[in-house]
């Protein structure tokens, strides 16, 4: 976590809208000692420093439980400065940073311990850090635990680089007792590489600059087959099982049938699977590739009728950065191109935009990017809420303003996203995590 700078001045915020378990509420914020001290009156008469917001909401600082950093080893794709300094500018106040794409992987202690190394003086808002399940570490898993890891992540399928290897069946039934032991949820990327094969045999001879090709590789049945076994071996072990970007919207029923019988089963989704479209992307427009890949608008709102149902718990970016030549803007190929989207400091008005044209409140949007992504990270008794007691993680947050994406808006190391030139709704004013204010500009 982010090295501790206490205050020795008593805070307040003062605002008609804040965001608290109990609703939207007007009030003050007492901060004292980087902690939300007390929630006051609005009219309440504050001796210290106050900040008064008006209109403006105040949101719980957002976590986002799935963000790759890369540092060590490909800081040049994205490390803790730029990526932090991102989260900061999008009201995002904790990060938990996934174990691949950086080197080495983290999937030992000492791989944990370089990370934490690499961190150290560079941070703008918390970081934390999933390990990895890879074929071979089950013997790591306690230790991993014991350092401070939230949880562990693992791929059903190839992930992209050398240095992280998915897992087989096998590995997995090795694995999972010891992650349910520690109490720890096991993060899945769930693809299986047996429909990918088979439908990608079928396209080597198909145009890779048209999206519809790369759409046609990967298909909802690689999901599918994927989630349907997690949810058999989370059933035999009663291990706490977390789906990573769901993007195929045919998995939902099966996943909440297995809700309905009481396993210990969470779900995420991401912004671009809620924003775009398959039939909106142009060919050759390789910004928007990412695994799995964004479907059609069908499946778009069929994903928004997931968070509805409850059926999905939480939005995180999947924030996957590269450099731009690893895109391959020169050919224009989907098969060649690196698999990511980076959206790191724009998923609240992203996920807003979406979300208010469908009947959603702010309090839903809390829900998705605060409260159940610190219950996932083992947070929620310090993060993801307005209440005394709580980190004062906060966000003040204008829901009515409008902005167009620019590349002096990202904050990322590259300025690479498919929302460039997209007009979104909500701005964030400040950030403050655990009561220092952030305005990155």
């Given amino acids: 976590m982010r090295q501790s700078r206490y205050l020795t001045v008593k805070q307040a915020i003062r605002s008609k809208h804040i965001v608290t378990p109990q609703g939207v509420q007007p009030g003050v914020i007492l901060i004292e000692d980087e902690k939300i001290a007390a929630i006051e009156p609005e009219g309440a008469s504050i001796a210290d420093t106050c900040t008064d917001v008006g209109d403006l909401f105040v949101l719980p600082g957002l976590i986002d439980v799935h963000v790759h950093i890369n540092e060590p080893g490909r800081t040049e794709w994205e490390g803790f400065e730029t990526a932090t300094r991102a989260a900061a500018a999008g009201g995002c106040t904790c990060i938990i940073d996934m174990p691949l794409n950086c080197i080495p992987s983290t999937t030992t202690v000492a791989a944990l311990e370089e990370k934490r190394s690499a961190a150290a003086g560079k941070t703008h808002v918390d970081v934390a850090f999933w390990g990895a399940v890879v074929p071979g570490n089950a013997h790591q898993i306690l230790p991993l635990a014991g350092a401070g890891v939230r949880g562990f992540k693992c791929f059903l399928t190839h992930p992209g680089t050398a240095e992280f290897e998915m897992v087989t069946e096998a590995d997995l039934r090795e694995a999972m007792p010891r992650v349910a032991e520690t109490g720890l949820p096991l993060l899945a990327h769930a693809e299986l590489p047996g429909p990918i094969a088979r439908a990608s045999a079928h396209l080597e001879n198909e145009d890779w600059t048209r999206y519809q090709t790369y759409l046609q590789s990967r298909p909802p049945g690689a999901e599918l087959e994927a989630i349907r076994l997690l949810i058999d071996l989370c059933r035999e072990y009663r291990c706490r099982t977390h789906i990573v970007h769901l993007s195929a919207a045919a998995a939902l029923p099966v996943l909440e049938v297995a809700r309905a019988q009481g396993l210990p089963l969470t779900v995420e989704t991401c912004p671009h699977y809620l924003f775009f479209a398959a039939e909106s992307i142009p060919d050759s427009a390789t910004q928007f590739k990412c695994a799995p890949p964004i479907r059609d608008s069908t ?14 718990d939480l939005v995180a970016t999947d924030h996957s950065p590269c450099p731009p030549q690893m895109k391959c803007f020169d050919t224009g190929s989907f098969r060649s191109a690196w698999g990511g989207i980076s959206s790191l400091s724009l998923a609240l008005p992203v996920v807003w935009t979406e979300a208010k044209r469908r009947g959603f409140t702010i309090t839903d949007i809390v ?23 709580f980190d004062a993680d906060l966000v003040i947050f204008d829901p009515s303003a409008q902005f167009e994406v620019t ?11 498919p929302y460039l030139g997209e007009t979104l709704q909500g701005e964030v004013k400040t950030t403050f995590v655990r009561g220092i204010p952030t305005r990155v500009k």
């Fill in 367 to 389: 829900h998705w990017m605060a409260e159940a992504p610190a219950k996932l990270a083992g947070m929620e008794t310090h993060k993801g809420r307005i209440a005394p007691g």
């Fill in 299 to 312: 499946n778009r709102e069929t994903l928004w009728e997931g968070l509805r149902s409850g059926v999905i």
């Fill in 407 to 417: 590349a002096e808006r990202l904050h990322f190391r590259h300025p690479c996203t």
